[in-house]
């Protein structure tokens, strides 16, 4: 089964497509984060939370996706729906967003 491939304008990025496009896309069932959900979510919107607890938060998320056996499923998945908040594959959804931004022209692209 392969899944919808997200548009790509980097050329990491259609590496990451073409290795993951026979994974599925369902994650809830394998991925470690369904343990403990608000670790990689945070807290509810009406919660304010301090940017130390938050970093610290964000950290224990990070290693808890660095076990994950889907990690690369659920990095592709959150390239494709770009979430607004939490921690995906080890990453948080800023740093999603930098990572899917089209590169620089006259950047070194892998070949």
Same mark, same amino acid.
């Given at each position: 089964?392969t899944g919808?491939r =997200? $548009?790509?304008?980097?050329? /990491?990025?259609?590496?990451? #497509?073409d ?7 369902h &994650? +809830?069932?394998?991925?470690a ?5 608000e ?8 919660t304010?939370? =301090? $940017?130390?607890?938050?970093? /610290?938060?964000?950290?224990? #998320?990070?290693?808890?996706?660095q076990q994950?056996p889907? &990690? +690369?499923?659920?990095l ?6 770009r979430p ?6 080890g990453?948080t959804?800023e ?6 931004a089209?590169a620089?022209s006259?950047s070194?692209e892998v070949?």
């Open positions: 089964m919808r =997200p $548009a790509v304008s980097h050329p /990491a990025l259609a590496l990451l #497509a290795l993951t496009e026979v994974m599925p896309r &994650l +809830a069932d394998e991925a984060c369904g343990l403990d959900p670790l990689h979510t945070g807290p509810d919107a009406f304010d939370e =301090p $940017a130390d607890e938050r970093a /610290a938060r964000e950290q224990v #998320a990070r290693e808890v996706c994950c889907v &990690l +690369a499923s659920c592709f998945f959150a390239l494709d729906v607004a908040a939490g921690v995906w594959a990453l959804a740093e999603l967003r930098a990572l899917s089209p620089p006259g070194l070949a």
